[in-house]
């Protein structure tokens, strides 16, 4: 039973944590969709280095459940990235909380177009939201391998 939810702003101390629910997420729900050297590129994406940045140079929510964490999301200027909700969690509406939070920090901000790259795993998920696919493309991996995503915005 879910007793107390609380949105709130990265700090330091969440990055190992915050980490290991992003790659935990990824083998999960990627590992059947995407080529391992996919996997690879995403992990090297999410890397500690990397949160820490857009953390810095953005805006960073953690979502907490009961204490523990269980989701996130950074805004980066018009950029929507690393929104992840725990496996264990997910389709019960977190995702939009972590999203509509965004949105509105983005709108206070004065953005009103807001993008985003979408796996395939997530398309589904942005297209709900209302976001608009621009294209289909895809990143060059290792081994001649490729990592499909879709470029999607939204007018806020």
């Given at each position: 039973?879910?007793?107390?939810?609380?949105?709130?702003?990265?700090?330091?101390d969440?990055?190992?944590?915050?980490k290991?629910?992003?790659?935990?997420?990824i083998?999960?729900?990627y590992?059947?969709?995407?080529?391992?050297?996919?996997?690879?590129?995403?992990?090297?994406?999410?890397?500690?280095?990397?949160?820490?940045?857009?953390?810095?140079?953005?805006?960073?929510i953690?979502?907490?459940?009961?204490?523990?964490?269980?989701?996130?999301?950074?805004?980066?200027?018009?950029?929507?990235?690393?929104?992840?909700?725990?496996?264990?969690?997910?389709?019960?509406?977190?995702?939009?909380?972590v999203?509509?939070?965004?949105?509105?920090?983005?709108?206070?901000?004065?953005?009103?177009?807001?993008?985003?790259?979408?796996?395939?795993?997530?398309?589904?998920?942005?297209?709900?939201?209302?976001?608009?696919?621009?294209?289909?493309?895809?990143?060059?991996?290792?081994?001649?391998?490729?990592?499909?995503?879709?470029?999607?915005?939204?007018?806020?």
């Amino acid at each position: 039973m879910i007793r107390s939810i609380k949105l709130r702003e990265f700090r330091r101390d969440d990055l190992e944590t915050m980490k290991r629910l992003i790659y935990k997420t990824i083998e999960v729900y990627y590992s059947d969709v995407y080529p391992e050297e996919a996997i690879e590129y995403f992990k090297d994406y999410h890397s500690e280095e990397h949160i820490l940045s857009d953390a810095r140079d953005g805006y960073t929510i953690i979502l907490e459940c009961d204490g523990k964490i269980i989701g996130t999301g950074t805004l980066l200027g018009t950029n929507i990235r690393r929104v992840f909700i725990d496996p264990s969690y997910q389709h019960k509406g977190f995702g939009k909380s972590v999203m509509y939070k965004l949105e509105k920090r983005a709108l206070a901000k004065g953005i009103n177009i807001l993008d985003l790259s979408a796996s395939l795993v997530s398309k589904r998920f942005y297209d709900s939201l209302g976001y608009v696919t621009q294209k289909e493309d895809y990143i060059p991996v290792r081994n001649n391998q490729k990592l499909n995503y879709y470029a999607m915005v939204k007018k806020t």
